[in-house]
């Protein structure tokens, strides 16, 4: 059973596409996270939504949002793909976000290029 | 701005030495420092997590040592094999429960 899921693995595609991924996590986590890690392999976090609420919004493009129908999703959408938004998307979840004994739990990442 | 720095970027070792990570941080007003484990290709692994409060936090060959006040951390891992190969990345949680990660240090262990 995975924990934190992410679909898909690997998205190539055209500049200027519109595209999607998704993430789910079977934990009963309150806290979801997506984090992008560029070619030099920095992880930076984008958003962060508690209970399908944004909590965190880094300063990233409007051409990305984030979505959470429900607690145990969190999507990423991406508007407009340019050749800078080639990365390894990791989504990740937390029960609280709130304590210091919180650990985060990582997808398998989403592998994204623009061509 | 909490920036976190990770010394060095890479490392290769023989098989049975004990490997020696080091993490730094810009602002002690943190909640927790993780340490995570990144095989290529994979997502990442939680490997320790040390609160605040804590000077350090040990899992079988893992030992992961936290000074707060100078914004340091350790992950030392003993007795080296091949399968600890690895990017080790270490993160520290500040006010807004945000993770921020250093650049990571990549590990050859060779046979």
């Known amino acids: 059973d995975t924990a934190v899921s992410q679909t898909p693995k690997y998205l190539v595609t055209q500049m200027g596409n519109d595209k999607s991924i998704k993430c789910e996590q079977n934990?009963?986590?309150?806290?979801m996270y997506w984090y992008k890690q560029d070619s030099k392999k920095f992880l930076k976090i984008m958003f962060s939504?508690?209970?399908?609420?944004?909590?965190i919004n880094e300063t990233v493009p409007n051409r990305f949002s984030p979505k959470s129908p429900d607690k145990a999703h969190l999507n990423l959408h991406i508007n407009s793909l340019e050749l800078g938004d080639s990365a390894v998307y990791f989504c990740?979840?937390?029960?609280?976000?709130?304590?210091?004994?919180?650990?985060?739990?990582f997808g398998p990442g989403t592998r994204l290029t623009v061509l | 701005k909490q920036e976190v720095t990770q010394i060095p970027a890479a490392l290769s070792v023989p098989e049975g030495e004990n490997l020696v990570l080091n993490c730094s941080f810009t602002?002690?007003?943190?909640?927790?420092l993780q340490w995570f484990r990144q095989d290529p290709g994979k997502g990442l692994t939680s490997l320790l997590l040390?609160?605040?409060?804590?000077r350090e936090q040990t899992s079988g060959r893992l030992n992961a040592s936290l000074d707060k006040s100078s914004g340091r951390s350790t992950l030392y891992i003993a007795a080296s094999q091949p399968g600890d190969s690895a990017t080790y990345l270490c993160?520290?949680?500040?006010?807004?429960?945000?993770?921020?990660f250093g650049g990571g240090t990549r590990v050859l262990v060779k046979p």
């Open positions: 990740a979840s937390t029960i609280s976000g709130g304590l210091s004994t919180d650990t985060q739990y």
């Open positions: 934990l009963g986590h309150d806290t």
């Open positions: 602002d002690s007003a943190i909640y927790n």
């Open positions: 040390i609160q605040s409060s804590q």
């Open positions: 993160a520290v949680k500040a006010a807004g429960n945000k993770l921020t």
């Open positions: 939504y508690n209970n399908k609420e944004l909590i």
